[in-house]
């Protein structure tokens, strides 16, 4: 089903307004991010409401700190229900490995995903943290790591997915935000594409936030949403 394949970012400044943006999207909207944001000023008891309506969580925390750190603060992920949780995979090896051994034998294991490249970086901001080279290079090399310590997937941008599916063959999980509809604007975002072009060329997961929780017409523009992913998918 298209729409359990989008992940809509509830970027709210706390859980009244996150619970106004989700009220004005269908039901069929079973997936939904929670990120730094809202979790910070509402915290926890987010996650709680949101499965209680239904939804199943991913909670965007981006940890990237030492080993022992993830570690604990994914398993504080895991117990408050989580249904996917996210890391740095620059943090490095180490840290990738304890992320993943901390969350076998919870009782209902969240996808462990690793952050690539953010879309908002390009080649230039890239090199001004000290990587040369394009973003897909780099993007690559996190996945690979990400894969050797056994995480299920990563976020990376739509540029990025049809090199990544061919890499990593069909079983990784790629989840990516930087979808924007034709003619939307790229905000932020420097990497973006399509939601059409974002399936076609094999994501798992489309995070999708302003385009859906700032349209004037929430619920219409999830209709068009799904609308082009179908389309998209039945033109391959
Ligand atoms: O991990 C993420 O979800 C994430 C990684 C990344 O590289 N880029 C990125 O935009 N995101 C998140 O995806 C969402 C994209 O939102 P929109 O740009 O409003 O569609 C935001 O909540 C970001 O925090």
Same mark, same amino acid.
């Given at each position: ?30 997936? *939904? ?5 809202? +979790? ?7 996650? $709680? /409401? ?6 199943? *969580? +991913? %909670?965007? =925390? ?6 022992? !750190? *993830? ?24 840290? %990738?490995?304890?992320?993943? /051994?901390? %969350? $076998? ?19 230039? $901001? ?18 690979? %790591? ?14 990025? *997915?049809?090199?990544?599916?061919? /890499?990593?063959?069909?079983? +990784? ?24 072009? !974002? ?6 997961? =489309? ?5 859906? !929780? ?23």
């Amino acid at each position: 089903m298209w729409s359990d394949r989008v992940i809509t970012a509830l970027d709210a400044p706390d859980w009244a307004q996150a619970r106004e943006m989700l009220d004005r999207l269908p039901e069929e909207n079973r997936r *939904v991010k929670v990120g730094k944001q809202l +979790f910070t000023r509402s915290g926890p008891r987010v996650v $709680e /409401e949101l499965r209680d309506r239904g939804r199943e *969580v +991913f %909670l965007d =925390l981006k940890y990237h700190d030492i080993p022992n !750190t *993830v570690a604990g603060a994914l398993r504080a992920a895991a117990d408050i229900g989580a249904w996917m949780v996210n890391v740095h995979a620059s943090g490095g090896p180490r840290m %990738l490995e304890a992320a993943r /051994e901390a %969350l $076998e034998g919870s009782e209902a294991r969240p996808w462990l995903i690793g952050v690539t490249v953010l879309t908002s970086m390009d080649a230039r $901001e890239l090199r001004a943290v000290g990587v040369e080279g394009d973003p897909e290079n780099q993007v690559l090399r996190l996945a690979r %790591l990400a894969r050797e310590a056994g995480l299920d997937g990563v976020v990376a941008s739509p540029m990025e *997915v049809p090199m990544l599916r061919e /890499e990593l063959g069909p079983d +990784f999980l790629l989840v990516t935000p930087g979808v924007r509809p034709a003619g939307a604007g790229a905000d932020d975002q420097r990497r973006a594409a399509t939601p059409g072009r !974002t399936v076609a060329d094999g994501a798992d997961y =489309l995070v999708v936030g302003r385009p859906l !929780t700032r349209a004037e017409d929430p619920a219409r523009a999830w209709s068009s949403l799904i609308a082009e992913m179908d389309a998209a998918a039945g033109g391959t």
